[in-house]
């Protein structure tokens, strides 16, 4: 059995030593594919192989069209918006992901990029605390409860909207569940976004919800760039001056926001939430075992298509 690594980011080194441990301790082979820039390289590469660990890497219909042994993806991560769901399904291939084993490493990168708007990026001004303010918390998956561990530390007040996980969980963790998406934004000086690119979420932070956060509001984005409205952020921020964004997904629109809201916006170049060695081991050796799980006893725990 062939088991490719296909990530266009790669991995930390550490990382790819233990998952060819796992793979090679099982009877399989390991295949890497890193930085390959190009969809015609890894067409090429998965025409062979049994399983495929990915991170951001787009699995479409015509990957797996391409993929003729292939019987399991593994998304190295949380989100699997990149891999078509249903062409896996028709192409009788499974596809999982590897929930909570990146998410304190998004979390903490959250914190960074708070930090840093509210010391106004580092420009030698004067800038504010995140102690006593108000943090909203979109969606309370895996990161959100991380990002609500770290507040604590920073002794912010933490709020947090998710339409899915029920109150009482929440709240079990100190955090104050509010009604609605839009008495979070309403109430909280910070907003960090945890929600998934779904059709749902698509577009769904939009002027009208960033627009009721308290003056000198903080959007923070290490989720999707998918799920802004870039067109009503843009306007917004030209409505309002004292709010700020940063983020770590870089915006379809990314040099209109930095032309327009220098000292205010700040984007990563390359999405860096997930990318540390720890969250790189955790998630990688995760995907490894799974598969393995998966070819050898038929394991399909953490299988996200039908
Ligand atoms: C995830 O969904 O797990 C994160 O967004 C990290 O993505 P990455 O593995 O592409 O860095």
């Not at 998304?75 to 590897?98: K, P």
């Not at 903490?108 to 004067?126: D, H, I, P, Q």
């Amino acid at each position: 059995m062939k088991i490719l690594v296909a990530t266009d980011k790669p991995f930390a080194k550490v990382a790819v030593d233990g998952i060819r441990k796992e793979i090679e301790a099982a009877g399989y082979e390991l295949v890497l594919l890193e930085k390959y820039g190009e969809k015609a390289k890894l067409l090429e590469a998965v025409k062979d192989v049994d399983a495929v660990i990915i991170r951001s890497d787009v699995v479409d219909a015509e990957v797996l069209d391409a993929a003729k042994q292939l019987k399991i993806v593994v998304r190295a991560g949380a989100g699997y918006d990149n891999v078509d769901l249903a062409a896996a399904t028709a192409h009788n291939v499974c596809v999982m992901n590897t929930p909570g084993q990146n998410s304190n490493a998004v979390a903490e990168l959250a914190f960074g990029m708070m930090v840093m708007a509210v010391r106004n990026m580092y420009n030698g001004t004067s800038g504010t605390e995140l102690k006593g303010k108000k943090l909203g918390i979109h969606a309370f998956g895996n990161v959100g409860r991380n990002v609500a561990r770290i507040a604590k530390g920073f002794g912010m007040e933490i709020y947090a909207y998710d339409a899915f996980c029920p109150k009482e969980v929440i709240e079990k963790d100190g955090v104050k569940a509010v009604d609605s998406v839009e008495e979070l934004y309403a109430t909280c000086n910070v907003v960090s976004l945890h929600i998934p690119a779904t059709p749902e979420t698509k577009e769904s932070i939009n002027y009208d919800l960033v627009n009721r956060m308290p003056k000198n509001g903080v959007l923070v984005n290490t989720a999707r760039k998918e799920v802004i409205h870039e067109a009503d952020l843009i306007r917004l921020l030209n409505d309002r001056a004292d709010l700020k964004y940063v983020t770590d997904i870089m915006p379809a629109h990314h040099a209109e926001f930095a032309e327009q809201f220098a000292g205010r916006y700040f984007s990563t170049p390359k999405k860096m939430g997930a990318q540390t060695a720890e969250a790189n081991i955790n998630a990688g050796i995760a995907a490894a075992k799974q598969i393995v799980g998966f070819l050898k006893d038929g394991c399909e725990k953490f299988r996200v298509n039908k």
